[in-house]
């Protein structure tokens, strides 16, 4: 861990990107006839409490993009490819797997995927990206991995424009995140990185319910 972190919390951190979100927004320069309806699109679980002050900031929708790594069989750590709940897939750049263990990965990725999803849906709004901005926040980017399939999932739906935006990611994964979109708002870009989990001082586990919470909370909120 850094002897000063970066961040306390997640809530933190979603304070200081959606300072540097509504910054940016700003240099558009947009008049309230052309203003493109911005939609908060959240990688759960713990991109949800990094969203919120996000959402709250811009008063938009908070939605999520339900990703998965597809991992390994002999090393859950080791990402070979990610994949939506609704389909999307992308696959590492390596050698070929193992037909039969990649095919056998990839289910275990998407079943976990589509089970998140399913508990998450009663707190979905009811919007679409199509013709929005769409800004995609996870709590830090590691590999960049799951955030790649979940922008390919949203400009699967023909947004205006695709930001992606997080605390912090590698400084070597910025051309690469870059490329996925329109824009790229990485508050931090330290290295050596190591993990998202060293550049916060609180980093628990977001649980499924409060992930939810987060969601029902902000359709209230809006309401």
Known sequence: ????????NRADAGEKLAAAIEDELGKLHLTAKDAIKPIVYALPRGGLPVAVPIARRLGCALDVVVAKKI?????LELAIG???????????KQKQQNFHLQKLALQQAQDNAQSL?????TGRPNV?????????VDDGIATGMTVAVAAKALLSQQPAALWICAPVAPLDLMGFLAK??????ILETPHPFYSVSRFYAEFPQVETAEALLCLQRQIEWRS
């Open 1 to 8: 861990m850094l002897s000063t972190p970066f961040f306390e």
């Open 71 to 75: 991992t390994r069989p002999d090393n």
């Open 82 to 92: 990610a994949a939506t709940a609704d389909g999307h897939l992308i696959w590492q």
């Open 117 to 121: 999803q399913a508990d998450l849906a």
């Open 128 to 136: 679409s990206a199509a013709g929005a901005l769409a800004i995609l």
């Open 180 to 185: 996925m979109g329109d824009k790229a708002i």
